[in-house]
């Protein structure tokens, strides 16, 4: 079983993997599963049987499980990084504290078409792709040991996909991330000092600016970040307050499959087809309405390495200021 | 001239380095300036007048400046993260907090052989690398503008190294990193409830249990940490207190030029000369020396890539268990 261990000083959590444990020797030898042929890929249609069983699909009414004939499918990670049946046994070990490695790890196959990137499909089709986030979420929601989920997409080698059929994943979490508690201890500072959620304040001055807006759409705005710490590094924000994503209307909904698509596109055209990852940031459950925290999705292209310097210190080298990069990204479509 | 400009939700700082702006189709190149051959290479002796002037080396008595003779030598780097001359301008645009990128950035050049690697040095040649960084931290500290110096190796172009001429760099910063902060903070809040020194007590806890302890040697001993956040993660602690790496005993430089030498044998042996990184973790100049802080270096091979799960949760999948790399690396010299 996978344990989570807290690290004593800074407090970050990690999984400690052993279902996935490899010996030194294999850390040389170069995989690119990435490359694998339709044929054997276990996200294509008909090869539903490589995969584990599916949780939830969008497909042709009447459909088996397990079947073709869907437009997206959810099922569990083959390799999860977390296991989902027992229980937590929180434990210290002298000065140490872990658990068990507890949790839900999915994926979610966003087509059935092995060589389709989210940045070409239709608005219609990633709306699905959303629905099935927003399903997942709803459902997992409700097991009372998950503190926090977290959805994320890894597309191309860069930034970690081991298969190229475009997918998704969702991590389902008996402990708050780290990174999520910061960025809820740090809106929650400035709602105490302003009264104003700091994302809403953001929207408004980059509205103002425009330097840093890449879309201004109805529902949603796409910037680049004032203090962005990768090239093209880029955020949609939802004009309207909400802290949960579970809370996104039906109207926000096609807003974002919307500009999500447009986004994408820009960024594919723009960086030509490059590796990247998103995530849904969201509040953490013990804290799923408040007027401070702000759902909204980040996008980072990965294009520079992180180097000892970033991952030593939190602080990162950006060769392009966000500026341009929201110039660029305007300029294509 | 670059900036420094700060995350409002999570306080982070970022460097946006203007100099070093790429055009949108200049990402797609793969470049491998790591392959350079000696005879084109800055470092290497006789190249002298390819990196700028130096300003600090260990060589021959009565040799001239940037000629050959040296066996280390510190230059400043040819594409700086940040800009040695001017002031730092704090100011606000809106709810954003930024200021000139003024700082230090240096590369300590290890040797004059562009072949070496640090793990085929001896421990009299690593000693002089440790001085080095010492007399560049105790000369570079005098600058009141400065809060922080952070000392690091990209080692591999996996690890970020531009050039595979074996270096460090040294960076020296207007403002404390995030994850410096983040580490002292959480080392005074346990020193304020138990008094002791958290990596003091995690030294007697490894020796306790030895499951993790990889070298125990008289001043220092190598362990592979509890919660390591990648596989063959490696911290180097001194066993006696102190939180300013400045003042480090000549007997325990000694010590780490052996123990640094060794770790990084094993790590070339077992994981077949992987790419790396290490930084040297040290206290803050607001407060150098204090009785919760201790000073320590980490290691990270670079195996994994970082993908969009860990980079938005601060939330690390380790597959190897600490424990074993830790047999691993013990298993090899």
Not at 269 to 285: D, E, K, Q, V
């Given at each position: 079983?996978?344990?989570?261990?807290?690290?004593?000083?800074?407090?970050?959590?990690?999984?400690?993997?052993?279902?996935?444990?490899?010996?030194?020797?294999?850390?040389?030898?170069?995989?690119?599963?990435?490359?694998?042929?339709?044929?054997?890929?276990?996200?294509?249609?008909?090869?539903?049987?490589?995969?584990?069983?599916?949780?939830?699909?969008?497909?042709?009414?009447?459909?088996?499980?397990?079947?073709?004939?869907?437009?997206?499918?959810?099922?569990?990670?083959?390799?999860?990084?977390?296991?989902?049946?027992?229980?937590?046994?929180?434990?210290?070990?002298?000065?140490?504290?872990?658990?068990?490695?507890?949790?839900?790890?999915?994926?979610?196959?966003?087509?059935?078409?092995?060589?389709?990137?989210?940045?070409?499909?239709?608005?219609?089709?990633?709306?699905?792709?959303?629905?099935?986030?927003?399903?997942?979420?709803?459902?997992?929601?409700?097991?009372?040991?998950?503190?926090?989920?977290?959805?994320?997409?890894?597309?191309?080698?860069?930034?970690?996909?081991?298969?190229?059929?475009?997918?998704?994943?969702?991590?389902?979490?008996?402990?708050?991330?780290?990174?999520?508690?910061?960025?809820?201890?740090?809106?929650?500072?400035?709602?105490?000092?302003?009264?104003?959620?700091?994302?809403?304040?953001?929207?408004?001055?980059?509205?103002?600016?425009?330097?840093?807006?890449?879309?201004?759409?109805r529902n949603f705005i796409v910037v680049a970040p004032f203090a962005s710490c990768s090239p093209f590094e880029t955020w949609i924000i939802p004009k309207r307050h909400c802290s949960d994503f579970l809370k996104i209307t039906d109207d926000e909904l096609n807003s974002l499959?919307?500009?999500?698509?447009?986004?994408?596109?820009?960024?594919?055209?723009?960086?030509?087809?490059?590796?990247?990852?998103?995530?849904?940031?969201?509040?953490?459950?013990?804290?799923?309405?408040?007027?401070?925290?702000?759902?909204?999705?980040?996008?980072?292209?990965?294009?520079?390495?992180?180097?000892?310097?970033?991952?030593?210190?939190?602080?990162?080298?950006?060769?392009?200021?966000?500026?341009?990069?929201?110039?660029?990204?305007?300029?294509?479509?």
């Open positions: 079983m996978p344990q989570l261990r807290r690290d004593p000083i800074i407090g970050r959590w990690v999984i400690i993997s052993t279902e996935r444990a490899k010996r030194p020797i294999e850390w040389g030898r170069k995989e690119s599963t990435s490359q694998i042929s339709p044929e054997y890929c276990p996200f294509c249609p008909g090869n539903e049987k490589y995969a584990p069983h599916e949780i939830f699909a969008i497909g042709k009414p009447g459909r088996q499980l397990d079947t073709p004939g869907w437009e997206v499918r959810v099922v569990p990670n083959k390799f999860p990084a977390l296991v989902v049946e027992g229980d937590l046994n929180k434990r210290g070990i002298g000065l140490y504290d872990m658990m068990n490695g507890i949790g839900a790890h999915e994926v979610i196959i966003e087509t059935p078409d092995h060589f389709l990137r989210m940045s070409q499909m239709t608005h219609d089709h990633i709306k699905k792709i959303l629905i099935a986030y927003k399903e997942r979420l709803a459902d997992l929601k409700k097991d009372i040991r998950f503190k926090y989920i977290m959805i994320f997409k890894n597309y191309g080698e860069e930034a970690g996909a081991s298969l190229s059929h475009s997918h998704s994943q969702l991590i389902a979490l008996p402990v708050v991330p780290k990174r999520v508690n910061e960025e809820m201890t740090g809106a929650k500072r400035y709602y105490e000092y302003r009264d104003r959620c700091i994302y809403c304040d953001i929207i408004a001055q980059e509205l103002h600016s425009r330097e840093r807006v890449i879309i201004d759409e499959s919307v500009v999500l698509g447009k986004i994408l596109k820009k960024i594919d055209i723009c960086l030509m087809n490059p590796s990247f990852n998103y995530i849904i940031h969201t509040s953490s459950f013990n804290n799923l309405e408040n007027p401070y925290y702000h759902w909204h999705i980040e996008i980072m292209p990965k294009l520079t390495k992180i180097a000892g310097f970033e991952w030593g210190t939190g602080f990162y080298i950006n060769p392009t200021p966000p500026e341009e990069a929201a110039e660029y990204l305007k300029g294509v479509d």
